[in-house]
């Protein structure tokens, strides 16, 4: 969940940065590091989401396997 919501701050912000790219006097360059620093969570950080989905999904298999070998 934490990945999720991490992903939707930063495409939040990327959204303000691309409006603000218009106005002049606003800091071109950091408005331009939000929008790099959103695209780079989003393709190496948001896919570990489906990794932990996975292990909560599946892990419980092997406990009860082993537990139903043993009964």
């Given at each position: 969940?934490?990945y999720?919501?991490g992903?939707?701050?930063?495409?939040?912000?990327?959204?303000k940065a691309?409006?603000?790219l218009?106005?002049?006097?606003?800091?071109?360059?950091?408005l331009?590091?939000k929008?790099?620093?959103a695209?780079?969570?989003?393709t190496h950080?948001l896919?570990?989401s489906n990794?932990?989905l996975?292990?909560?999904s599946?892990g419980?298999?092997v406990?009860?396997?082993?537990?139903?070998?043993?009964v």
């Amino acid at each position: 969940l934490g990945y999720l919501i991490g992903s939707w701050l930063m495409n939040k912000s990327k959204s303000k940065a691309i409006e603000k790219l218009n106005i002049k006097e606003s800091d071109q360059d950091f408005l331009k590091s939000k929008i790099v620093s959103a695209d780079f969570y989003d393709t190496h950080i948001l896919p570990r989401s489906n990794l932990h989905l996975n292990i909560v999904s599946n892990g419980s298999k092997v406990v009860f396997e082993t537990l139903d070998s043993n009964v």
